[in-house]
């Protein structure tokens, strides 16, 4: 168990117990489908977050929110993950959490006003549009295809993007565009405006997002000038102060999510009986509760400390990286192996794990694959040791 002060403590038992008596109860909720959970149960779950004061923390107070330090959010994220709706109801979901970061950091007192304010209040939600079809950008953000034109007060943007979270419902989207000069650039946009279309949701094997995950294309979509976030030019600088943080918080939910299922594992094999004992006395699945143990401690510990690392002031790119590998797959071999000790019942919808187990797979591969991050991580390590 990793120490923490009273303050944290506090915090980690206010979450868990909201958690426990108003979100897991609306797991089964009918208003739920292959591509996330309906408006109006998001709402409704909204409403209780607010009530208990735990409505989007992590924004500044001045938004509304209490401006919980990264290691706060580590403690109360994986709280919050501990149910597959508890994301979506403290608004700490993605892609509108690293959205909100950014925005606190880059956007403009207008833009602050007309958008950042309602996503804080859980009013509406945003997407963040800069993954696209082949040749476009995927791992390699520099592969942009979507360009933005100068044209009068305005930029005309034209290209497509796919995989985009929270894409249908979404009313504001944060748009990654090629410029002339061959730099990058982020344009806010409302999604009601013409040349703004999203042409279908994907079917994917996650369901945990709001407005599950959508193809939108852009035609001659006029943004005004005064829409561009932050500086022209500056997009990658910008996607590196939203993907750092944004990275650590999916390792922070995801663990919450994790524990769900090895509690679960481990509470079946408390109670389940074969061959003459418990189903946990038999070293096969004994052992596997004992990996899941130390899966477990090692994605928090490396959590905790990339969290730290952030709270210092320090970019975290290298840590955080480092985190999500070690997260994603510690992660995986965990929810893997409670399947397997839950046997055939994981198999059904019945089991909330496996749920888990299907919205989980992909975080191998958002926010970065982890073989980039490897890649990153020993280009990192080769110029290091070379200076």
């Not at 309602?118 to 509406?124: C, F, H, K, L, Y």
């Amino acid at each position: 168990m990793i120490t923490l002060s009273t303050e944290l403590l506090e915090l980690q038992a206010k979450v868990k117990a909201f958690i426990a008596q108003e979100i897991i109860p609306f797991e089964q909720d009918p208003r739920q489908d292959s591509h996330g959970p309906s408006d109006a149960l998001r709402q409704e779950l909204i409403a209780r977050a607010r009530d208990w004061q735990l409505l989007t923390p992590h924004a500044s107070p001045e938004l509304g929110g209490q401006g919980w330090s990264h290691l706060q959010k580590a403690v109360a994220f994986e709280e919050a993950g501990y149910s597959t709706l508890g994301a979506i109801a403290m608004n700490i979901h993605a892609p509108d959490e690293g959205n909100i970061h950014l925005m606190e950091a880059v956007a403009s007192d207008a833009q602050r006003a007309r958008w950042l304010q309602p996503m804080v209040a859980g009013e509406i939600r945003s997407c963040f549009a800069m993954t696209e079809p082949a040749p476009g950008a995927g791992s390699d953000p520099s592969m942009l295809q979507t360009t933005a034109v100068s044209d009068g007060d305005d930029y005309l943007i034209n290209g497509r993007k796919w995989l985009i979270t929270g894409a249908d419902g979404a009313s504001v989207a944060i748009i990654m565009a090629k410029m002339e000069d061959g730099s990058a650039s982020m344009f806010l946009t409302d999604t009601n405006v013409e040349g703004f279309i999203l042409e279908r949701n994907m079917n994917a094997m996650d369901s945990c997002f709001a407005g599950g995950h959508g193809v939108l294309l852009f035609e001659n979509l006029r943004v005004p000038k005064d829409n561009v976030l932050g500086e022209i030019g500056k997009g990658f600088k910008y996607a590196q102060i939203r993907l750092a943080p944004a990275r650590l918080t999916h390792c922070m939910r995801w663990l919450g999510q994790a524990r769900r299922a090895h509690d679960m594992a481990t509470q079946y094999a408390q109670q389940r009986h074969s061959f003459g004992q418990r189903l946990g006395d038999h070293q096969g699945v004994g052992f596997m509760l004992a990996d899941n143990e130390m899966d477990l401690l090692s994605v928090r510990l490396s959590t905790h400390y990339c969290a730290q690392v952030l709270d210092l002031g320090q970019r975290g790119n290298y840590e955080s990286s480092l985190t999500k590998v070690i997260s994603a797959e510690g992660i995986w071999r965990i929810i893997d192996r409670s399947v397997q000790i839950l046997g055939g019942q994981a198999m059904t919808d019945e089991s909330i794990v496996n749920k888990i187990f299907k919205d989980a797979r992909g975080f191998r591969i958002y926010d970065g694959a982890n073989e980039v991050h490897r890649m990153s991580i020993a280009r990192k390590l080769l110029d290091q040791t070379q200076a």
